[in-house]
């Protein structure tokens, strides 16, 4: 194979290439500086991650709950939105408000004013992902709405009753938030990401065509504008921006004013077509997208999807492709500013354009991956922060990982130890990141004092994760029998549940662990699989092989929609050892 291939004019290394290169996954490998600077003596725990030679990561704060996206105020208040719901399985968060104002009031690395402020999980609220600062107040989502509050004369946090921008936004299906941008003008963006992964009639089943015309594009799938200044506006079809983005996340603005996004490329394209794809092909496509969004611009979901591959956009199996070479109604669609290995989740991305770290990075794209499931049953991508060159809307430079070491131990949705969620920059150019499953937020300083220093990548986290690996359970889980035989169900045996288990964690191709988690105490999109509370059916062996045959369709209480068998060619066999194994790390406490 050919190790390069060309994108936007720049060479670039193949997805099996890329993948297969430590930490430099993207558009080749990065350009060296002739001499890096020294690394500092930095002050502060880095908190478990790497970032590049000359700067330095510190904990901001932490246990704060499902911290998402951030925004800094003009005086150095930090402010952040977190998330509830089911997405987290409906656990309960942290009392108090979902939004947060933070600030390092004595100088030092660490916040020392933490307040919460806004709904609380008590009032019936779930809190949201986008915040956003703007003329004297803090826009925040909050279901479905986009409220502001004015910002305080004194203390951090906001004392007024919300005044609301935006309401009526809808809340269902696979992409329930609305995170936003606002640009110096006053105009309001704001992400409506897909209710499904494909505009399926069944969404994420197998071999099920994709619905024509696709009415779901009325009202999700793009980009909505409205006025920040003007309040009480209700949402509908008429404000629609931009169209084809299944799940946009991240906005920013260029120094030009240019308005860039991400795109969360689709899912499960051999799990929902295997006679179209391979297993390789669905770990590796479709490209995570940065986008540059224009009024009226067609990015192409649901009917093309960008190849990372081949670098170019090809037509949805579910609308008549072939498993990636017919291009169709594709050709005229508009493909992305860069692309990125797949399942990787872009949830927040900003255009760095302070001045504290060194020029080379001033105009580029900072991109924070939360990291992905579908990559099962091949090892996760993603969990990192990723710094992109750009110049002029277009790509200047091979991406890097930028952050490094976030999961922890266990690069596996439902492990990991933190997700990279948000990002933001405060007035001295210094980087915010959040993550939403240890509620950390980490800050980022460059220390190094060369500001003609050259773009480099984040050590491996190595040694991090063994010193991390103290205070982490282990991946087997922490349960009090963990080691010992599992019991066994009627009728099955111990070799029957040991194969069940291999199944499970990958053999043959399954996919379980990725959306159930390596310990089957479930993620964001699978359920707890270990605390034999059934859903579905009464939990027995012939229950729990019907569920695998048939799928879940319509899930109850989580994200993920499963296909017959979670997408794998098993047999009866193997689904018959699956269902076993599943049985017998349900009842391990009984046993």
């Given at each position: 194979?050919?190790?390069?291939?060309?994108?936007?004019?720049?060479?670039?290394?193949?997805?099996?290439?890329?993948?297969?290169?430590?930490?430099?996954?993207?558009?080749?490998?990065?350009?060296?500086?002739?001499?890096?600077?020294?690394?500092?003596?930095?002050?502060?725990?880095?908190?478990?991650?790497?970032?590049?030679?000359?700067?330095?990561?510190?904990?901001?704060?932490?246990?704060?709950?499902?911290?998402?996206?951030?925004?800094?105020?003009?005086?150095g208040?930090?402010?952040?939105?977190?998330?509830?719901?089911?997405?987290?399985?409906?656990?309960?968060?942290p009392a108090?408000?979902?939004?947060?104002?933070?600030?390092?009031?004595?100088?030092?690395?660490?916040?020392?004013?933490?307040?919460?402020?806004?709904?609380?999980?008590?009032?019936?609220?779930?809190?949201?992902?986008?915040?956003?600062?703007?003329?004297?107040?803090?826009?925040?989502?909050?279901?479905?709405?986009?409220?502001?509050?004015?910002?305080?004369?004194?203390?951090i946090?906001?004392?007024?009753?919300?005044?609301?921008?935006?309401?009526?936004?809808?809340?269902t299906?696979?992409?329930?938030?609305?995170?936003?941008?606002?640009?110096?003008?006053?105009?309001?963006?704001?992400?409506?990401?897909?209710?499904?992964?494909?505009?399926?009639?069944?969404?994420?089943?197998?071999?099920?065509?994709?619905?024509?015309?696709?009415?779901?594009?009325?009202?999700?799938?793009?980009?909505?504008?409205?006025?920040?200044?003007?309040?009480?506006?209700h949402?509908?079809?008429?404000?629609?921006?931009?169209?084809?983005?299944?799940?946009?996340?991240?906005?920013?603005?260029?120094?030009?004013?240019?308005?860039?996004?991400?795109?969360?490329?689709?899912?499960?394209?051999?799990?929902?077509?295997?006679?179209?794809?391979?297993?390789?092909?669905?770990?590796?496509?479709?490209?995570?997208?940065?986008?540059?969004?224009?009024?009226?611009?067609?990015?192409?979901?649901?009917?093309?999807?960008?190849?990372?591959?081949?670098?170019?956009?090809?037509?949805?199996?579910?609308?008549?492709?072939?498993?990636?070479?017919?291009?169709?109604?594709?050709?005229?669609?508009?493909?992305?500013?860069?692309?990125?290995?797949?399942?990787?989740?872009p949830?927040?991305?900003?255009?760095?354009?302070?001045n504290?770290?060194?020029?080379?990075?001033?105009?580029?794209?900072?991109?924070?991956f939360?990291?992905?499931?579908?990559?099962?049953?091949?090892?996760?991508?993603?969990?990192?922060?990723?710094?992109?060159?750009?110049?002029?809307?277009?790509?200047?430079?091979?991406?890097?990982?930028?952050?490094?070491?976030?999961?922890?131990?266990?690069?596996?949705?439902?492990?990991?130890?933190?997700?990279?969620?948000?990002?933001?920059?405060?007035?001295?150019?210094?980087?915010?990141?959040?993550?939403?499953?240890?509620?950390?937020?980490?800050?980022?300083?460059?220390?190094?004092?060369?500001?003609?220093?050259?773009?480099?990548?984040?050590?491996?986290?190595?040694?991090?994760?063994?010193?991390?690996?103290?205070?982490?359970?282990?991946?087997?889980?922490?349960h009090?029998?963990?080691?010992?035989?599992?019991?066994i169900?009627?009728?099955?045996?111990?070799?029957?549940?040991?194969?069940?288990?291999?199944?499970?964690?990958?053999?043959?191709?399954?996919?379980?662990?990725?959306?159930?988690?390596?310990?089957?105490?479930?993620?964001?999109?699978?359920?707890?699989?270990?605390?034999?509370?059934?859903?579905?059916?009464?939990?027995?062996?012939?229950?729990?092989?019907?569920?695998?045959?048939?799928?879940?369709p319509?899930?109850?209480?989580?994200?993920?929609?499963?296909?017959?068998?979670?997408?794998?060619?098993?047999?009866?066999?193997?689904?018959?050892?699956?269902?076993?194994?599943?049985?017998?790390?349900?009842?391990?406490?009984?046993?």
């Amino acid at each position: 194979m050919n190790s390069q291939t060309k994108f936007a004019g720049k060479s670039t290394l193949t997805a099996a290439t890329a993948l297969a290169t430590t930490l430099l996954l993207g558009f080749g490998a990065p350009a060296q500086s002739q001499a890096q600077p020294a690394q500092p003596a930095c002050k502060g725990d880095a908190g478990g991650i790497t970032v590049p030679p000359g700067f330095c990561a510190s904990v901001f704060a932490d246990k704060l709950g499902h911290v998402r996206q951030m925004a800094v105020a003009p005086d150095g208040v930090l402010y952040a939105n977190t998330w509830s719901g089911r997405y987290y399985h409906n656990d309960t968060p942290p009392a108090g408000g979902f939004l947060i104002a933070l600030q390092a009031a004595k100088g030092a690395g660490q916040a020392d004013k933490i307040v919460r402020f806004g709904p609380t999980f008590a009032d019936g609220d779930h809190g949201g992902t986008g915040v956003r600062v703007y003329k004297g107040y803090v826009y925040a989502e909050t279901n479905d709405r986009i409220v502001r509050y004015k910002l305080p004369a004194d203390g951090i946090a906001p004392t007024t009753k919300p005044e609301t921008v935006v309401s009526g936004m809808p809340v269902t299906g696979d992409h329930p938030m609305h995170p936003f941008g606002i640009d110096a003008k006053g105009d309001l963006y704001v992400d409506l990401g897909t209710a499904t992964n494909s505009c399926q009639s069944e969404n994420r089943m197998p071999n099920v065509p994709g619905i024509k015309p696709c009415t779901e594009l009325k009202t999700r799938g793009g980009t909505w504008r409205y006025d920040a200044n003007k309040l009480n506006q209700h949402f509908s079809p008429a404000e629609r921006f931009d169209t084809g983005l299944r799940n946009g996340e991240g906005f920013s603005f260029d120094a030009a004013g240019n308005l860039i996004g991400t795109q969360h490329g689709r899912d499960q394209l051999w799990e929902n077509f295997p006679r179209l794809y391979t297993q390789t092909q669905g770990e590796n496509e479709p490209a995570e997208e940065l986008v540059h969004l224009r009024r009226g611009a067609d990015f192409g979901w649901p009917e093309c999807y960008y190849d990372y591959t081949q670098k170019k956009l090809v037509l949805a199996p579910e609308y008549g492709g072939d498993g990636g070479k017919k291009v169709g109604v594709c050709a005229e669609k508009q493909e992305p500013i860069a692309a990125f290995p797949a399942h990787w989740a872009p949830n927040d991305m900003q255009i760095y354009l302070g001045n504290e770290f060194p020029t080379a990075y001033k105009g580029g794209a900072f991109i924070a991956f939360h990291g992905s499931w579908n990559r099962a049953p091949g090892p996760q991508g993603g969990y990192n922060i990723v710094f992109q060159p750009l110049a002029n809307d277009k790509v200047s430079g091979p991406f890097i990982v930028f952050a490094d070491g976030f999961a922890g131990p266990d690069k596996q949705p439902g492990r990991a130890l933190h997700r990279p969620g948000g990002l933001a920059f405060g007035p001295d150019g210094s980087m915010y990141i959040s993550d939403d499953i240890g509620g950390r937020i980490w800050k980022v300083t460059y220390q190094g004092g060369d500001k003609a220093a050259k773009i480099a990548a984040a050590a491996a986290p190595s040694a991090t994760l063994a010193a991390a690996s103290a205070n982490v359970p282990p991946p087997e889980g922490i349960h009090p029998d963990a080691g010992k035989p599992l019991p066994i169900p009627p009728g099955g045996s111990p070799d029957q549940v040991a194969l069940g288990e291999q199944i499970f964690h990958g053999a043959r191709g399954g996919t379980c662990a990725g959306c159930h988690g390596t310990d089957a105490m479930g993620s964001e999109v699978g359920s707890n699989l270990a605390d034999n509370k059934w859903t579905w059916g009464n939990g027995s062996v012939q229950a729990i092989t019907r569920t695998i045959e048939s799928g879940v369709p319509k899930p109850k209480d989580h994200t993920g929609a499963m296909p017959p068998m979670g997408g794998a060619q098993l047999s009866q066999a193997d689904v018959a050892a699956v269902a076993d194994y599943v049985w017998a790390i349900s009842h391990r406490d009984a046993h």
